[in-house]
């Protein structure tokens, strides 16, 4: 089977231009991708300790008919391996906030930044607040945690998924994000900069991106992407850390954003990530006739085929004292 005559789900195909940006990574399966795509994402949950202990919710869970196995890379991550029909977004523990239904990579960027009890923590692209319910757990309540976004639609799913989970210590802020270090420069202790993409390692769960995908579409992401890491780097104490991660696998959104910020900042060091248990592989090199940071090796990079789940590139950032 050729990438070029796959037609994946009915009435469904990747773009011509699509095909022709996987062609020219040099380590891409064109076809493990596209299968991959095409499969759902397997089921995954944290428990949400601010509600309850993670032991009595995963009784709760059993007695329900649940069954499920610990995510090793988050300390509260569990994938489904069986249950009732109406799944887990239907569940009355998700309503109660018990549980946060999430995808399986998407739990290790906030598991990666380590927020602490009691620091300051901004969460620069928050809805619909996947990770700023993470932070808030490891964060126990304590400190502030600061939710940014831009959009006034997106606030709305934002709020109400802190306020199921619990989450007491964040102040919501509807604002441009590449502004922010204009009032708050060396303010934060931990930032998240969970940034918009062309969203290619998730095309299981939006079939249209992979319709609406241009080598333009990924350059224009770009430019905001490093404006907003530029900001969002501006916003951390010296000595803090940085988490900047996409759920694309476009070079122009991930190694070359990286790669801007440490041409722009010389006190900004990478420091390597771990998977913990999830398959990942080198980060490029170069792209375009263009080199990257020889640091780039540190990010974490993984695609959709590798673990049967999301595609995602999380860089690890440490502004030096």
Not at 12 to 34: G, K, T, V, W
Not at 104 to 125: F, H, Q, R, W
Not at 240 to 256: A, D, F
């Amino acid at each position: 089977m050729s990438a070029c005559t796959w037609s994946g789900q009915s009435g469904i195909n990747p773009s011509d231009d699509l095909l022709d940006f996987l062609r020219r990574l040099p380590d891409m399966d064109i076809d493990a991708y596209l299968e991959a795509a095409s499969k759902p994402l397997p089921e995954c949950f944290r428990i949400n300790t601010l509600k309850l202990p993670e032991e009595r919710v995963k009784n709760l869970l059993k007695d329900r008919g649940w069954s499920f196995v610990k995510i090793p890379w988050a300390r509260f991550g569990y994938k489904l391996m069986s249950g009732p029909e109406s799944g887990l977004g239907r569940s009355m523990e998700h309503m109660l906030g018990l549980i946060y239904v999430q995808g399986p990579v998407s739990m290790l960027p906030a598991e990666v930044l380590e927020p602490k009890p009691g620091t300051a923590v901004l969460d620069l692209c928050a809805s619909p607040g996947s990770k700023s319910t993470q932070l808030a757990q490891l964060m126990n309540n304590e400190g502030i945690l600061v939710c940014n976004d831009i959009s006034a639609t997106r606030i709305k799913p934002l709020v109400a998924n802190l306020q199921r989970c619990g989450v007491i210590n964040v102040i919501i802020v509807q604002s441009d994000g590449r502004l922010f270090r204009n009032w708050c420069k060396e303010q934060f202790d931990n930032v998240l900069v969970d940034a918009p993409c062309s969203s290619l390692g998730i095309l299981s769960k939006d079939w249209s991106a992979a319709n609406r995908y241009s080598e333009k579409l990924s350059r224009r992401i770009s430019r905001l992407q490093q404006s907003l890491l530029i900001s969002a780097y501006d916003c951390l104490k010296p000595g803090g850390l940085l988490v900047y991660s996409t759920c694309t696998i476009h070079p122009l959104e991930n190694e070359w954003v990286v790669t801007h910020l440490l041409d722009e900042r010389s006190d900004a060091k990478l420091l390597p990530v771990s998977g913990n248990g999830l398959k990942s592989r080198k980060p490029l090199e170069e792209w375009a006739g263009v080199k990257f940071s020889s640091e780039i090796k540190n990010c974490f990079k993984c695609y959709p085929h590798d673990n049967d789940a999301e595609g995602f590139f999380i860089a690890k950032i440490k502004k030096e004292m």
